[in-house]
């Protein structure tokens, strides 16, 4: 019988007798065309027996599909529905087959993008097969899944089919858009960092932000291709080279070793600041490069400084305090002395005069050790909502009427809120600041005041050590001679003065400063020779009601009766006082520290109409000591004294309950007032 072949693109039809078979020669392997091939060359073969082959061929070619640890499938292409899948196609999508077989894509949505099932069965159509298009497939949790897709179509059992594989990708796709995301985030933080970041090989800058070129102020194009040393001095700030030093730290970074220092570097105008420069070593496209961070720490620098300033300060301060308190100590008797010996001698003795003399050298050293405290933060006295334009007004009129030889030009804000301060101490400050204007202007000149309202944010608080929030800003600017930098740095400190021997304490300026940090704010100055100061003053703000200025006291001397428990540990201070107040007509009893005050006032009490209290006392404190008194009566009239001025402790004690404060050293006027008012009060 003979066989006839036929043969159509890969499909080869077979032919004898009345049968025939059609075999798909692209679907076939290597052996199987060789053993048809050797049937069809032997006239004996029957199609039989290449039916049989044919027949082992599919069976190992379902073998190899089902055990794939590909996801595959067989997809008919006559009734659009799965003819096959493998075990990892379900375990993949998570179906099972019989939930495949017989549906469609469509009716599953195994694809995620139904545009990716286009694009693919498009491209199969047109070329026969398709081989690594990308596409999102939706598993039956809805999880979706990246594939790399291969197929091409086949002819199986008379049906035209789709052989399709598709690989996993999934865990490279989401590394690839981790790297994007990646590179994304440093490109932005590249771009929009405050910080200049520069990436270079040794010898030349290879790729900079926008950063750089608003630091060193010049255009990217000036920067790139050039070496950092040609954006520094010749000489760093430490004596060495800039080439050299800077050289020998990037072999460093190149071997390894990240580094980290300060490098001065210049803008375009020759202008140098310190920057904080932090290098490390990257591998980059088989390169080794360098990249660097810098930073303009020249703000940072400026903030240091007031605070270690500011911590001086605070230190000389301590001291002066302390200097004042025991030189007051010393001035009380002296003064109660001078009073006592004077009250009742006649004016025209030949030593009254020296007494009253005595008593003004008295009040001078007082007035001194008044300003030491000022500069100690100590001279707050009555503290009430003030309102600083008025009391610029007055005094800046008051002082120009005396002073014709400079003009005062005002520019106070309207809006300016009160500050909670002592006036009298706010115009001392003032008329400080206008002497000290007056003295820079020796041939004439302008006195600018101006006021505002300005908000002091975290940093700058910090480095002042006072609180954020709103402050009341007052500014005093001179068209005198100016100062020099090294003169400006010292210019708070006490008994520092530009002035020649015998024309000034050197105490002003400190008083000036001690007595704003007193009242909670601070004060800098800035100025350039021959072209004159300006002092900034900062107080909190503080919403309230304006007190007026009290009226003057007055100087008369009263007298009274009653017993007066007197308690110092200073033996000269306690024997004067007690002699003035038996002068003025009490009964005195002496206490030389807090447990002898104790005991003697609970043996006494009823009969104690008032209590003198010291506030530094040796043993129990002067603020236990109150405390301790008040157990025994809470009704308890007391006066504290101190050498220092009215804050700190002795603003505790007062919160306490002390009736009255007297700092030293008192007059015997201001004495017998205080005694008689706290002994009358109800």
Known sequence: MNRTYSLNGTMLTVGEGDGSVTIDLESLSAQTLKDLARHADTPSASLSEARDSLSENEELFFKAFHLSPTVMSIFDANNNCYYEVNEKFTESLGYTRDEVIG?????????????????????????????????????????????????????????????????????????????????????????????????????????????????????????????????????QADGAPSAEKGRCILEKVMNGSPQSFEWTLCRSDGQTFPAEVSLGRIDAAGRTLIQAMVRDVSERKKLESQLLQAQKMEAIGTLAGGIAHNFNNILTGIQGYASLMRVDLDPAHPHYERLRSIEEQVKNGADLTRQLLGFARGGRFELKPLDMNALLEKTSRMFGQTRREFIISRNLAPD???????????????????????????????????????????????????????????????????????????????????????????????????IVKGHGGFINAYSEVGIGTTFNIYLPA?????????????????????????????????????????????????????????????????????????????????????????????????????????????????????RAFMQKPFMLPELSRKVRDVIAAP
Request: contains cysteine; glycine residues 10%; proline residues 4%.
């Open 103 to 235: 549906k469609s894509e469509k009716e599953l949505g195994i694809y995620a993008d139904p545009e990716d099932r286009k694009r693919i069965i498009r491209k199969a159509a047109k070329e026969g097969s398709v081989r690594g298009e990308v596409a999102r497939f939706r598993a039956k949790d809805g999880s979706i899944r990246w594939g790399m897709v291969c197929g091409t179509l086949i002819t199986l059992k008379g049906r035209l089919m789709a052989l399709g594989s598709v690989t996993d990708i999934t865990e490279l796709k989401t590394a690839e858009e981790a790297i994007r995301e990646s590179e994304a985030r440093y490109r932005a933080l590249f771009e929009s960092a405050n910080d200049a970041i520069f990436t270079m090989d040794f010898d030349r800058i290879l790729q900079c932000n926008p950063r750089t070129a608003e630091l060193l102020e010049r255009p990217v194009g000036e920067i790139l291709g050039r070496t950092p040393f040609d954006f520094s001095p010749e000489v």
């Open 416 to 514: 300016v809120l009160p500050v909670t301060a002592d006036a009298n101490q706010m115009e001392q400050v003032l008329l400080n600041l206008y002497m000290n204007a007056w003295h820079a202007m020796p041939e004439g000149g302008t006195l600018y005041l101006q006021s505002c309202m300005v908000t002091i944010a975290d940093t700058q608080a910090f480095s002042q050590e006072v609180k954020p929030g709103t402050y009341v800003k007052i500014s005093l600017t001179d068209t005198g001679v100016g100062m020099d930098e090294k003169t400006l740095k010292r210019i708070f400190e006490p008994f520092f003065t530009t002035k020649e021997l015998g024309r000034g304490t050197g105490l002003g300026l400190a008083t000036v400063y001690g």
């Open 542 to 658: 503080t919403p309230g009601t304006v007190s007026p200025v009290q009226a003057a006291h007055d100087e008369s001397i009263v007298r009274g009766t009653g017993t007066i428990l007197l308690v110092d540990d200073e033996e000269t201070v306690r024997t004067t006082t007690q002699e003035m107040l038996d002068y003025l007509g009490y009964r005195v009893i002496t206490a030389c520290d807090g447990d002898e005050a104790v005991a003697l006032y609970r043996d006494m009490q009823g009969s104690v109409d008032l209590v003198v209290l010291d506030m530094i006392l040796p043993g129990r404190s002067g603020r236990d000591t109150f405390i301790a008194l008040q157990e025994i009566n809470p009704e308890v009239r007391v006066i504290l004294s101190s050498g220092y001025s009215l804050n700190g402790q002795a603003t505790g004690i007062m919160a306490l309950g002390c």
